[in-house]
Structure formats: structure tokens, C-alpha cells
């Protein structure tokens, strides 16, 4: 059986990926699976700069407010969620196209990863979670450090749920999840497939970032978190734990002044758009696209569209 076609269209937070997607999948024929840990809950639209129906141009989004903000979004749902979509656009004679930043569910879905629950152990997984609850999480990413410190440099200490699911995978398996996870990218794609990584020069970047988040706040995102801790929404949830919201829960309460929310929020971006472009820098076979290198994005579409064509993925 021919392998099913795929485009990958990612690269770190406000590079770009939202327009060019859209120019991309009305010339090839395309429909958008989104690859975002954020964009996929329902009432968090301004800090996830998620695409709004009215801005879609009748290209069918999938993965886009399918959860509440107190329902659990992983890996493995995004991996099942996204098989689904794709073998849906493909029997509609449609061409998927992958857009978003998160790197490891883009990895997950492009080697179709293994994820099998032998390797869970819910009473330490349940010992661990006491813990973090108990403010220890630094000491479980110092315990993580000592045995997989690859795996805890990748980690930020903040994402408990990593951390946990590292030290978990360690404590049942022997191994650790940072070698795991290189085998597992060792792995061919089954698909044929284009990866491509939008990126801009770091100044250029960290300048578009800083604008971004100055545009969210003009259209309401502080009242958007308001609104959401206020229908009862707790600060601890994964997706409140996301960024452009959990900077906003210190304000809130009183700790600190919205200018500083905003300082950190900005910081907080750039630092994840690194180590976006950091995570992207290790996968295999991926096509850089600098947007400083083309005049504009139809220039970038043309070259997008010849090595579609080149690899067989596309035809005019």
C-alpha cells in the first residue's frame, strides 16, 4: 500500500505558521490537523492564538476546541486524534498538513511511536503526584537529575507531569525515558512526509513574540483567564498551566503587578520558543525555512509547493 502523504508545517511561537498554512492547504488540496497542546480546549482562544472559525477561509481544522479546559489532553489522545483525522482527510482524497509547535506530539504522530501502558506504575506515579501537591517538585526534578540528567536538562522543572512520567518510566523500566525516546526517533516514518520548520532570526523572532503577546492583551486576554478562574477553572490544571495563563493567576491573587505578569509572560515565551527551535534542531530530515530569505510567503509557498511536487506528495 502507497504510504499516506503528510505535511508537517511547524517552527517556534509566532513564527508564522497560522497564514502560510492557510495559502498551503487551499493550493494543494489540504486540510489542518492542529498540533498544539493548548488550541485544543474550548474558552481558551486569545492566549493560545488560536485560529477563530470566521479566520479559518473554509479550510476544515481539526483538533481545535474538541476539550474542556478540565478534561486531560496527552500525547497519546493527540496520537489516536490525529490518526483518526488523517485517515479521514486522506478518504476524501485530501492532503493533511500538520500545524503547531509542539515538537513531541509531532513526533509521536510522524514515527507513530509506541506508547503501551507496561511500562506505568500508578502506585509510584500516585506518590510522586503527593509530593509535587505538597510544593516538593524541585526535589523531583533534583531525583530525575540523578538518574537521567539528559532527560531533566529537557525537562522544565515546572512540568511536573514530565517529570513524573520520566521518573515513573525509570522506577518501572530500568531504563531511562531520554533513551527511549532517541530509539523511538530512530524510527522511519510510515508515512511520506515533509517536515518543515518556519523560523525567523532570534531578534526578529523575540520582537514578533513581544507584539504578540502586546496584541492578546489588547483583545482581552486578561479578562479571558479571569473569566475562566472565575467559572471555577483551578489554576493546577494542565491547561491552565499553559502559557499566557498561568502567568496571570499571580496577578489575580495579588502577588504581583499586571506589568510584571506581562514581563514574565514575555520572557516566559521567548525561553519556550527556544527550546521549540532547540527540540526541532534535533529531528531528523527537517526542511529550515527562514522567512528572512524570501520576500514573502508566496515565495515560500512556491518553494513549499516544488518540493511537494519533488517528493511525490503532491501533484499539480
Known amino acids: 500500500m502507497k504510504p499516506w502523504p503528510l505535511v508537517i508545517l511547524t517552527g517556534p511561537t509566532a513564527a508564522g505558521k497560522t497564514g502560510l498554512s492557510l495559502s498551503l492547504a487551499k493550493r494543494i488540496g489540504g486540510e489542518i490537523i492542529s498540533a498544539d497542546s493548548m488550541q485544543v480546549y474550548k474558552k481558551m482562544n486569545i492566549g493560545t492564538a488560536k485560529i477563530l472559525p470566521q479566520q479559518m477561509e473554509g479550510i476544515p481544522h481539526h483538533l ?14 493527540f496520537q489516536k486524534l490525529a490518526k483518526e483525522a488523517m485517515e479521514d482527510i486522506i478518504s476524501r482524497g485530501k492532503i493533511p498538513i500538520v500545524v503547531g509547535g509542539t515538537g513531541f506530539y509531532i513526533q509521536a504522530l510522524l514515527n507513530d511511536i509506541d506508547f503501551t501502558e507496561n511500562d506505568s506504575d500508578p502506585a509510584f506515579r500516585q506518590e510522586m503526584e503527593a509530593l509535587a501537591r505538597q510544593g516538593q517538585g524541585q526535589l523531583l526534578h533534583d531525583r530525575l537529575s540523578q538518574v537521567d540528567p539528559e532527560a531533566a536538562a529537557q525537562i522544565h522543572p515546572n512540568n511536573i507531569k514530565r517529570v ?58 486578561v479578562d479571558e483567564v479571569k473569566g475562566l478562574l472565575e467559572e471555577g477553572y483551578s489554576p493546577d490544571l494542565v491547561s491552565m498551566q499553559g502559557l499566557g495563563y498561568k502567568e496571570f493567576v499571580p496577578y489575580f491573587s495579588g502577588e504581583c503587578t499586571l506589568d510584571e505578569a506581562v514581563y514574565i509572560l514575555k520572557r516566559d515565551t521567548r525561553h519556550f520558543a527556544k527550546r521549540q527551535l532547540t527540540w526541532f534542531r534535533r529531528e531528523k530530515d527537517v526542511v529550515w525555512i527562514n522567512k528572512n530569505d524570501y520576500e514573502n510567503d508566496e515565495e515560500i509557498l512556491e518553494y513549499i509547493i516544488n518540493l511537494l511536487t519533488e517528493r511525490g506528495i503532491y501533484h499539480e
Open 64 to 77: 481545535i476546541d474538541v476539550l474542556m479546559p478540565d478534561e486531560e489532553f496527552n500525547v497519546v489522545l
Open 164 to 221: 513524573i512520567r520520566a521518573l515513573e518510566f525509570y522506577e518501572k523500566t530500568g531504563e531511562k525515558i531520554s533513551e527511549h525516546n532517541a530509539a523511538e526517533r530512530q524510527k522511519t516514518s510510515p508515512y511520506n512526509s515533509a517536515y518543515l520548520v518556519l523560523t525567523w532570526p532570534r531578534q526578529v523572532l523575540y520582537e514578533r513574540i513581544n507584539r504578540r503577546v502586546d496584541q492578546m492583551l489588547k483583545d482581552g486576554l
